[in-house]
């Protein structure tokens, strides 16, 4: 299986911030990569596919880039409803996964 | 808009076997190739569990590709995950999904609509 690690686990933000957060991949997994945000209690909800494509309806403070095995997902302005957890995910090859999760936190 | 909802028993005893069906609203199985089922812990994150075509045929995740069997019922627009032989590690929020498709040669997939989850716990 491919293995995605994120980086950091947890990080602390204030509103207005830029955020970024990456996503390495353990082999190539080309521009298969996809970006999902989680609200406590709630599904995740796809943010970026195909590593920079946004999401209709999502909106453009967020953006993503990479290729190959390493990927940003990137927060330009943080809003108060920004914060929640985000996951990374590939589906190049094998069975789909996704990676531990990065938790967005109040400052 | 689609909508999908999982339901199903919430406490299942080790040993047995978990039963979950998702529901598709406002859109029909057959207008999407493949429908997943992911499932969440806080252990082991989000995992998926594997898929089915509004066909019948699957592709399962080798690390419960023993123990799981989906089905699809296109005439209640529904899909169902059958998970054997559950132990406490099995606890966790189980979603179904439905996967997008970018028009490409090599199609980057991605999951576009998700269920609320159903979370089942196994315990005696």
């Known amino acids: 299986d491919i293995q995605m690690t994120q980086s950091p686990s947890s990080l602390s933000a204030s509103v207005g911030d830029r955020v970024t957060i990456t996503c390495r991949a353990s082999q190539n997994v080309r521009n298969y990569l996809n970006w999902y945000q989680q609200r406590p209690g709630k599904a995740p909800k796809v943010l970026i596919y195909?590593?920079?494509s946004l999401q209709s309806g999502v909106p453009s403070r967020f953006s993503g880039r990479g290729s190959g095995t390493e990927f940003t997902l990137t927060i330009t302005s943080l809003q108060p409803e920004d914060f929640a957890t985000y996951y990374c995910?590939?589906?190049?090859?094998?069975?789909?996964?996704f990676g531990q999760g990065t938790k967005v936190e109040t400052k | 808009q689609v909508r999908l909802q999982e339901s199903g028993p919430g406490l299942v005893k080790p040993s047995g076997t978990l039963s979950l069906i998702c529901t598709v609203s406002g859109d029909s199985i057959i207008n999407s190739d493949w429908w997943s089922w992911v499932r969440q812990t806080p252990g082991k994150g989000l995992e998926w569990i594997g898929e089915i075509s509004h066909s019948g045929s699957t592709s399962y995740n080798p690390s419960v590709k023993s123990r799981v069997s989906m089905s699809v019922d296109t005439s209640k627009n529904q899909i169902s995950l059958k998970l054997s032989s559950v132990t406490a590690a099995d606890t966790a929020t189980y979603y179904c999904?439905?996967?997008?498709?970018?028009?490409?040669?090599?199609?980057?997939?991605?999951?576009?609509?998700w269920g609320q989850g159903a979370l089942v716990t196994v315990s005696a």
């Open positions: 195909a590593a920079s």
């Open positions: 995910q590939q589906s190049y090859n094998g069975p789909r996964t």
């Open positions: 999904a439905r996967p997008q498709y970018t028009n490409a040669w090599t199609p980057v997939e991605w999951f576009d609509a």
